[in-house]
Protein backbone atom coordinates (compact mmCIF):
# COMPACT_ATOMS: atom_id res chain seq x y z
CA UNK A 1 0.00 0.00 0.00
CA UNK A 2 1.02 3.60 -0.51
CA UNK A 3 -0.83 6.63 0.64
CA UNK A 4 0.33 9.92 -1.72
CA UNK A 5 -0.67 13.69 -0.11
CA UNK A 6 -0.36 16.95 -2.70
CA UNK A 7 -0.22 20.21 -1.18
CA UNK A 8 0.99 23.83 -2.21
CA UNK A 9 -1.72 24.36 -4.48
CA UNK A 10 -3.65 27.95 -4.52
CA UNK A 11 -4.85 30.53 -6.22
CA UNK A 12 -1.58 32.44 -8.35
CA UNK A 13 -1.81 35.48 -11.22
CA UNK A 14 -1.16 34.46 -14.51
CA UNK A 15 2.83 34.35 -15.04
CA UNK A 16 3.26 33.74 -11.71
CA UNK A 17 4.48 30.37 -10.33
CA UNK A 18 3.68 27.52 -7.60
CA UNK A 19 5.45 24.10 -6.19
CA UNK A 20 3.34 21.44 -5.49
CA UNK A 21 4.53 18.51 -3.25
CA UNK A 22 3.26 15.47 -2.65
CA UNK A 23 4.77 12.88 0.06
CA UNK A 24 4.50 9.53 -0.08
CA UNK A 25 4.47 6.84 2.87
CA UNK A 26 4.02 2.82 2.92
CA UNK A 27 6.11 1.14 0.17
CA UNK A 28 9.62 2.26 -0.58
CA UNK A 29 9.21 5.41 -2.23
CA UNK A 30 12.75 4.93 -4.18
CA UNK A 31 11.43 1.74 -5.45
CA UNK A 32 8.57 3.14 -7.97
CA UNK A 33 8.08 6.16 -10.58
CA UNK A 34 6.05 8.55 -10.15
CA UNK A 35 3.70 11.26 -11.98
CA UNK A 36 1.70 13.87 -11.37
CA UNK A 37 -1.84 14.30 -13.79
CA UNK A 38 -4.63 17.10 -13.79
CA UNK A 39 -8.17 17.29 -14.13
CA UNK A 40 -9.79 20.58 -14.95
CA UNK A 41 -13.42 21.04 -14.63
CA UNK A 42 -15.67 19.18 -17.47
CA UNK A 43 -12.47 17.71 -18.73
CA UNK A 44 -10.26 14.50 -18.43
CA UNK A 45 -7.72 13.93 -16.12
CA UNK A 46 -4.59 14.44 -18.38
CA UNK A 47 -0.98 13.66 -18.10
CA UNK A 48 1.21 16.24 -16.67
CA UNK A 49 4.44 14.50 -15.88
CA UNK A 50 6.43 11.30 -15.16
CA UNK A 51 9.89 10.88 -12.78
CA UNK A 52 11.53 7.32 -12.90
CA UNK A 53 12.07 5.85 -9.84
CA UNK A 54 15.76 6.98 -9.66
CA UNK A 55 15.04 10.56 -10.94
CA UNK A 56 17.10 10.09 -14.01
CA UNK A 57 14.61 10.15 -16.36
CA UNK A 58 11.16 12.51 -16.98
CA UNK A 59 9.00 12.88 -19.66
CA UNK A 60 6.31 15.62 -19.53
CA UNK A 61 3.27 16.81 -21.66
CA UNK A 62 3.42 19.50 -24.67
CA UNK A 63 1.33 21.52 -22.69
CA UNK A 64 3.61 22.48 -19.80
CA UNK A 65 6.93 21.37 -21.53
CA UNK A 66 9.62 24.29 -20.71
CA UNK A 67 7.55 25.49 -17.68
CA UNK A 68 6.93 22.65 -15.55
CA UNK A 69 9.79 20.56 -14.02
CA UNK A 70 8.92 17.22 -11.92
CA UNK A 71 11.21 16.02 -9.07
CA UNK A 72 12.14 13.81 -6.26
CA UNK A 73 13.76 13.89 -3.07
CA UNK A 74 13.74 9.77 -2.00
CA UNK A 75 15.29 10.58 1.32
CA UNK A 76 12.12 13.06 1.92
CA UNK A 77 9.39 10.37 0.30
CA UNK A 78 8.60 13.05 -1.67
CA UNK A 79 7.97 14.20 -5.13
CA UNK A 80 7.53 17.99 -6.77
CA UNK A 81 5.92 19.67 -9.37
CA UNK A 82 7.29 23.34 -10.38
CA UNK A 83 5.23 25.35 -12.38
CA UNK A 84 6.23 28.71 -13.97
CA UNK A 85 4.59 30.84 -16.21
CA UNK A 86 1.39 29.73 -15.08
CA UNK A 87 -1.34 29.79 -17.34
CA UNK A 88 -5.34 30.44 -17.05
CA UNK A 89 -5.66 26.96 -19.08
CA UNK A 90 -3.66 25.27 -16.27
CA UNK A 91 -6.19 25.54 -13.61
CA UNK A 92 -7.33 22.09 -12.58
CA UNK A 93 -7.25 19.97 -9.45
CA UNK A 94 -3.66 18.06 -9.70
CA UNK A 95 -3.32 14.74 -8.26
CA UNK A 96 0.17 12.79 -8.02
CA UNK A 97 0.17 9.21 -8.69
CA UNK A 98 2.59 5.98 -8.15
CA UNK A 99 3.31 3.75 -10.40
CA UNK A 100 4.32 0.64 -8.51
CA UNK A 101 4.18 -2.27 -10.91
CA UNK A 102 5.69 -0.93 -13.61
CA UNK A 103 3.07 -0.52 -16.66
CA UNK A 104 0.40 1.56 -14.83
CA UNK A 105 -0.22 4.03 -11.81
CA UNK A 106 -1.87 2.21 -9.02
CA UNK A 107 -2.04 4.96 -6.41
CA UNK A 108 -3.43 8.18 -6.38
CA UNK A 109 -3.67 11.22 -3.79
CA UNK A 110 -6.51 13.27 -3.16
CA UNK A 111 -6.07 16.12 -5.20
CA UNK A 112 -4.86 19.93 -4.62
CA UNK A 113 -6.62 22.76 -6.59
CA UNK A 114 -4.19 25.16 -8.59
CA UNK A 115 -6.13 28.03 -9.77
CA UNK A 116 -4.14 30.62 -12.35
CA UNK A 117 -6.37 34.09 -12.58
CA UNK A 118 -5.82 36.32 -16.05
Known amino acids: QVQLVESGGGLVQAGGSLRLSCAAS????????MGWFRQAPGKEREFVAR????????NYADSVKGRFTISRDNAKNTVYLQMNLLKPEDTAVYYC???????????WGQGTQVTVSS
Open 97 to 107: AADTRGYSYDY
Open 26 to 33: GRPFSRYA
Open 51 to 58: ITWTGSST
